[in-house]
């Protein structure tokens, strides 16, 4: 068992001392090729700013309005029907933009209905298999400059949606 503890705190440091060990044993200029590699994640970051900028404003928007309470609210007919609580409607929208702003409602869940109910465990087993895709979508397209999407979207709300199905399954099996 000490083994796999010594191992489990050495695996970063061992990789990072062989990923610089090869580069040397290449020849190449290991720092300087991590100072080049540090200005493009820079100017990537720099890049995609104002994107996460508008993404989270709109989150805070959405969310500080109350306007994410009236849609699920409205909506709550519908998705009682198909057995989806209303009361995560909010978090599985919200995850779709910003796992920040969806882990802040998670907290309210739990304030709420407590950690252990059905639905702070639903919401915990949403948050972990679904995916932030408008945010993913938008970064990584922005950067690589992809302009025709294709069937992107329609794949990504498809796994998401099985994704909550499946949560809300198994959030009812404990």
């Known amino acids: ?102 882990t802040g409602l998670l907290l309210d869940i739990y304030k709420q209905y407590g950690t252990d109910s059905f639905l702070g465990l639903s919401a915990s087993l949403i948050l972990s298999s679904t995916e932030t895709i408008f945010y993913t979508m938008s970064i990584y397209f922005m950067t690589a400059k992809v302009t025709k999407t294709r069937y992107t979207l329609a794949g990504a709300l498809l796994a998401t949606a099985g994704g909550m199905a499946v949560s809300i399954l198994l959030a009812g099996m404990m």
């Open 1 to 102: 068992m000490k083994v796999l503890l010594f191992l489990s705190d050495a695996m970063i440091p061992l990789l990072i001392f062989s990923i610089v060990g090869y580069g040397i044993m290449q020849k190449q200029k290991v720092y300087d090729d991590f100072i080049e590699g540090a200005k493009d994640g820079f100017r990537t970051v720099i890049d995609i700013m104002s994107t996460l900028i508008g993404l989270m404003v709109a989150v805070g928007v959405l969310r500080a309005s109350g306007f994410l309470e009236f849609v699920s609210g409205g909506l709550a007919v519908v998705t009682e029907k198909v057995g989806f609580p209303a009361e995560l409607l909010p978090v599985s929208v919200v995850k779709m933009f910003s796992s920040s702003a969806a």
